[in-house]
């Protein structure tokens, strides 16, 4: 079993930036990709970014160029730095790990999830 714990979440102003880590524990060995969602109110859970074993990313097309994703494999601990934060970026930030050592941007492919972290971005 994997525990998931995310951290970092917060208000902000349009143009501002936040860092989100999200922390692992339990049973983490393993190459395992981790990724990161988000989720609005009466929306779907959206694809954010993904980051392999090895440090290879991808990014969804909202993001990019705006989020970093980097990983410590030492502390099994990930991190999401956001700049230049839109209204658009406001919602619930979930980290998961993957069963897989590949990048994927579906839902289903991870199996384990945290509870999330608030971000909320004003204009």
């Known amino acids: 079993q994997v525990q998931l714990v995310e951290s970092g979440g917060g208000s902000v102003q349009a143009g501002g930036s936040l860092r989100l880590s999200c922390t692992a524990s339990?049973?983490?060995?393993?190459?395992?990709?981790m990724a990161w969602f988000r989720q609005a109110p009466g929306k779907e859970r959206e694809f954010v970014a993904a980051?392999?074993?090895?440090?290879?990313?991808a990014y969804g097309d909202s993001v990019k160029g705006r989020f970093t994703f980097s990983r410590d494999n030492a502390r099994n601990t990930v991190s999401l730095e956001m700049v230049s934060l839109k209204p658009e970026d406001t919602g619930v930030y979930y980290c998961?790990?993957?069963?897989?050592?590949?990048?994927?941007?579906?839902?289903?492919?991870?199996?384990?999830w945290g509870q999330g972290t608030q971000v909320t971005v004003s204009s």
């Open positions: 998961a790990r993957s069963l897989s050592s590949t990048l994927d941007a579906r839902r289903e492919r991870y199996r384990y």
């Open positions: 980051i392999t074993w090895g440090g290879n990313t």
């Open positions: 339990g049973r983490t060995a393993g190459r395992d990709a």
